[in-house]
């Protein structure tokens, strides 16, 4: 472990005027940054305003265009991740790079094996693991297989591995976005210990709620450039989402009073089965009237896209019915479903949203293509495609140079605006949406909201999943938690509590033990 | 006066359309890496002929005057090259919905021996040319159609791969029909008048017309092989299905979502492509030979493969790469009668064309051509259309 600290509150890292350039855009912009010795600083932004791009050079892997990057006093120039590791960075990326298959004790020992011979030491490797796990509070089981284990768990192997490569300076890329309320506190606790015993740590986010529970200095990027620092103390939820965004944001989703008409969609004891064949949806019960929102919150994986997918009819019930419109649609297709009026905004963008190598036009006829406004007689009509295109990326605000645009040349942002645009226009009756906002900027989700509840205030009954509790607190009329497949509860949104909703998903109950 | 305007309209909307197509056919940029592959082909292979002693002018000029030297010779090579346009289109279909059909050897086959059963039918020759000709097309496009059918079937009820299912069922109908043709006890489709194994000869009846008498005969078959790649390209760029097809290809998770119903547009996809070399076969036997011989087709599904990939799947531009494909071939004689440099030679250079192209980096180093679009050949895109 590199001893070099025997100033306690010195800078172990410092970032001076750096700034890179792809093709077209400018990620980082003269951007400079200093991490103190033991401190946790936190780096601010919406969706590609540079703060990843700005620590994958810090970590060595991209090389800034022009600007120095100091490790403790020492200027460095990383050829590689190698290399960065070498001086005690570590960094654990938004996606885990574990191996599934491997136990915990392999993975966090891969790439820097402790042999005996020509073989693994896994023994001693096994109680360095333990050691470490036992000075920061990070239980892991070292004989584990990775594939078992939840996305919490993962992620304190994610940290082990890196301590054991001596790690003193920790880049965490958006750790808590995959976390539950609940694991996100024991996170906070194992940050808390790490910096307690002199390890430097640097938190990308965009939840500013988070920034203010556990920074101590803050630092926001827009559009690649730092537009603010701050000390948690002096910053509010407010400044900070105006200095990211650039402008005054409105926090409160503006909504009237829900004026909810009859049941729309009902689900009644539906089962289904995840890919795997497990059974994720366990005879679940829902019901969403005309004119209100009812927001599915819950930890991932309880059966969120598996009752998305069912109700939506691009999985096969096992169990149950769903009736929509007075109609049992169980067994449909998702076409069927659809022509009655039944918009899908689905979970995965580029999965099931988009296609990527297509236009903007093509993609915003995707599921009505066939319509007769946009082909007769089998050949397509490109015009009128085209013209409705142009309407809807002007009614809703897609910035691109054109509808002829490939969408995959679009950020995630504008993307999932044209899925809303095609999914949002026409004569609905019930819309389905899953995470709408994941992963979009304050300004987009302002935009989407607003466009969900216009569409809840003309009588649509509308199904809300996410993984946001935010999100479905502002949102929701009703709010129900998913827990292993069917509803724990269901409360008012005007009577919930983050606490109380956060129980529920941890532990399917109110109240009584967790 | 309306009536004039109207057929004014009328042409000028149709002037439009070929001006699209051409401008379609004529986009080439993404052929640039096909064309740089064929010369960096002929070179290394003009190496080849100099290390084995001989001029490497004096051989690709021999080659160059039986591929083009005259009036029989260019008919020769078009007429060569005739049912590679129908091969290679069975390969570009089904790779626009994400398939890779390698199994138009077998669909050349199941067609041909179609179309040569139906062709000696004794009530043929009772027929006129203008019911027997069609028939015979037809017969021979829906066996082909039937054999890609069977591996998109499998595909979409049991998950089997069609790389896999087509190999298996190329060898199902190879040694198939090598039995009823052979067979003696029992005769299944044997001419067992001729002294080697071949069918029946179809009804003069079912004979498509000659176009020029050359070395192989050039047929009315091209008319038809040519006005199906531009109704591919139309079918695949202007049509409701031919988007169904090509959102399958690219997305089928997004398709499925979208209400298209993948599994129809796969088994569709597959049976058309089958079509295409179905129809291949048939108008060689309707055309050419007369009969079926299970060695007529030998290699030419597998070229189709090459020429499809040079063309980079577009179907107008499949053209020039089976005329290319075809006279090379239908040259090489010449090459080795005049300059005594092996036919081989020719199969070789044909080889590197299709390994250049497939490992495009080298091109695109040597000649600085930037990465435009997703080659089809590249391991990684074709994991991910199917």
Request: net charge negative; hydrophobic share 45%.
């Amino acid at each position: 472990m590199a001893q070099a600290s025997g100033n306690a509150a010195g800078p172990v890292l410092e970032i001076e005027g750096i700034t890179k350039a792809f093709p077209g855009v400018v990620a980082n912009d003269n951007v400079s940054l200093t991490l103190n010795q033991g401190e946790i600083h936190c780096l601010l932004g919406e969706n590609g305003a540079g703060k990843s791009t700005l620590m994958n050079m810090v970590f060595g892997l991209y090389r800034p265009d022009r600007g120095t990057i100091r490790v403790r006093g020492e200027q460095v120039s990383f050829q590689d991740s190698g290399e960065a590791i070498a001086r005690g960075i570590g960094m654990v990326h938004q996606h885990f790079q574990l191996i599934p298959v491997f136990t915990v004790a392999e993975n966090i020992i891969l790439g820097n094996e402790i042999t005996k011979g020509a073989f693994l030491d896994l023994d001693t490797a096994r109680r360095q693991i333990d050691a470490l796990a036992e000075r920061y509070g990070l239980a892991v089981d070292p004989d584990a297989t990775v594939g078992d284990l939840s996305v919490g768990e993962q992620q304190r192997v994610e940290l082990v591995k890196a301590l054991f490569r001596d790690a003193d300076i920790l880049i965490l890329d958006e750790p808590t976005a995959v976390l539950t309320p609940g694991e996100v506190d024991d996170f906070f606790e194992v940050v808390d210990s790490l910096t307690g015993q002199g390890k430097s740590i640097i938190f990308i986010t965009h939840k500013l709620r988070e920034v203010l529970a556990v920074a101590d200095r803050i630092t926001v990027l827009r559009a690649g450039q730092v537009v603010g620092t701050a000390t948690a103390d002096g910053a509010t939820q407010q400044s900070l989402a105006n200095l990211m965004v650039g402008r005054d944001v409105v926090f409160r989703v503006d909504k009237a009073e829900a004026d909810p008409g009859p049941a729309v969609i009902r689900v009644q004891g539906l089962r289904s089965l995840d890919d795997r064949g497990v059974e994720t949806v366990t005879g679940l019960d829902v019901e969403v009237r005309a004119g209100e929102i009812f927001g599915i919150a819950g930890v991932e994986g309880n059966g969120q896209r598996e009752l998305v997918e069912t109700v939506c009819g691009m999985r096969p019930a096992t169990g149950g019915r769903v009736e929509m419109l007075g109609q049992e649609t169980t067994g449909w297709g998702p076409r069927q479903i659809n022509e009655l009026g039944v918009a899908h905004v689905p979970e995965n963008r580029s999965k099931h949203g988009v296609v990527a190598q297509y236009t903007i036009a093509d993609n915003l006829v995707l599921n009505r293509y066939h319509h007769r406004k946009f082909s007769q007689r089998g050949v397509r009509n490109t015009a009128a495609i085209n013209a409705e295109a142009r309407e809807l990326v002007e009614q809703f605000d897609v910035r691109t140079p054109g509808v002829d645009a490939v969408i995959d040349t679009l950020s995630g942002g504008n993307q999932q605006k044209v899925i809303v645009a095609r999914e949002l226009t026409g004569d609905l009756k019930a819309l389905v949406v899953a995470q709408p906002t994941r992963g979009l900027d304050v300004g987009s989700i302002e935009f989407i909201h607003r466009k969900i509840i216009e569409l809840r205030d003309r009588g649509v009954a509308v199904l809300l999943v996410s993984a946001e509790l935010d999100e479905i607190l502002s949102l929701s009329d009703r709010i129900g938690v998913l827990y292993r497949g069917r509803l724990a509860g269901t409360v008012e949104a005007a009577d919930a509590t983050r606490e109380e909703l956060g129980l529920l998903m941890a532990t399917g109950a109110t109240g009584g033990k967790s | 006066m309306n009536g004039a305007k109207n057929a004014n309209a009328g042409i000028s909307r149709a002037a439009s359309q070929v001006h699209r197509l051409l401008t379609e056919a004529w986009r080439l940029q993404p052929l640039y890496v096909s064309l740089y592959a064929i010369l960096l082909s002929f070179v290394v292979g003009g190496v080849l002929i100099s290390i084995i002693g001989v001029n490497p002018f004096t051989a690709y000029w021999a080659l160059l005057r039986g591929m083009v030297g005259g009036g029989d010779e260019i008919a020769g090579s078009v007429a060569r090259s005739v049912p590679f346009i129908g091969s290679a289109l069975a390969l570009a279909f089904a790779f626009r919905a994400g398939l890779f059909n390698i199994g138009a050897e077998g669909q050349l086959l199941a067609g041909g021996i179609t179309a040569a059963y139906v062709g000696a039918l004794s009530w043929m020759s009772d027929l006129p040319g203008i019911v027997a000709i069609p028939l015979i097309l037809v017969a021979g496009t829906m066996g082909g159609a039937i054999w890609g059918g069977i591996p998109g079937v499998l595909r979409t009820k049991t998950g089997a791969h069609e790389v896999i299912s087509t190999i298996m069922l190329n060898s199902l109908v190879l040694f198939g029909v090598r039995w009823m043709v052979n067979s003696r006890d029992p005769v299944v489709l044997r001419d067992t008048e001729s002294t080697v194994p071949r069918t029946d000869p179809i009804s003069d009846t079912a004979v498509l017309p000659e176009l020029v008498d050359s070395q192989p005969t050039l047929h009315v078959g091209l008319f038809a092989l040519l006005g199906v790649c531009f109704l591919v390209a139309f079918v695949l760029n202007r049509t409701t299905f031919g988007f169904e097809v090509g959102t399958v290809g690219l997305n089928p998770h997004a398709s499925h979502y979208a209400g298209i119903n993948v599994n129809r547009v796969i088994v569709a996809s597959m049976a058309a492509s089958g079509a295409f070399a179905g129809l291949a076969a048939a108008s060689e036997i309707s055309g050419t030979n007369g009969f079926f011989q299970p060695g007529t087709f030998f290699l030419m599904g597998f070229d189709g493969i090459a020429i499809a990939l040079l063309a980079r799947t577009n179907p107008v531009a499949i053209i020039a790469a089976a005329l290319l494909w075809g006279s090379m071939l239908s040259g090489a004689p010449l090459m080795q009668q005049e300059a005594d440099v092996s036919i081989d030679v020719v199969r070789i250079i044909q080889a590197m064309v299709l390994l250049f192209v497939a490992a495009d980096a080298i091109v695109r180093y040597l000649f600085r051509v930037r990465e435009l679009d997703q080659s089809p050949f590249k391991a990684t895109s074709i994991e991910g259309a199917v």
